[in-house]
């Protein structure tokens, strides 16, 4: 019903930055929420940020001050804007859509912060 695609990964040095994001389509109005996870080789996936269709945003301790989640209703996309960044914020992130069935992910994009 929803399909996600993620853009804006790629090689970043240390205090850079990179926005990342996430298309959606198909049923979007079922959606209530969208969350940005990140997954780092041998490491579990992890919450990064997620914003609720009332606008509600909520940060990891890890990035908190660094990276800030948004929308574009008209678009229907979500973005990660992502700066001051370091090389343990290397991950693949994923984007994923919350609907009251079930949830939907993204096929992730590859961050990658190295001198």
């Known amino acids: 019903q929803v399909q996600l695609v993620e853009s804006g990964g790629g090689l970043v040095q240390p205090g850079g930055s990179l926005r990342l994001s996430c298309a959606a389509s198909?049923?979007?109005?079922?959606?209530?929420?969208m969350v940005w996870y990140r997954q780092a080789p041998g490491k579990q996936r992890d919450l990064v940020a997620s914003?609720?269709?009332?606008?509600?945003?909520h940060y990891a301790d890890s990035v908190k001050g660094r990276f800030t989640i948004s929308r574009d209703n008209a678009k229907n996309t979500m973005y990660l804007q992502m700066n001051m960044l370091k090389p343990e914020d290397t991950a693949v992130y994923y984007c994923?859509?919350?609907?009251?069935?079930?949830?939907?992910w993204g096929q992730g994009t590859q961050v990658t912060v190295s001198s």
């Open positions: 198909g049923s979007v109005v079922s959606i209530y929420a």
């Open positions: 994923k859509a919350e609907e009251p069935h079930g949830s939907t």
């Open positions: 914003i609720t269709k009332g606008g509600t945003t």
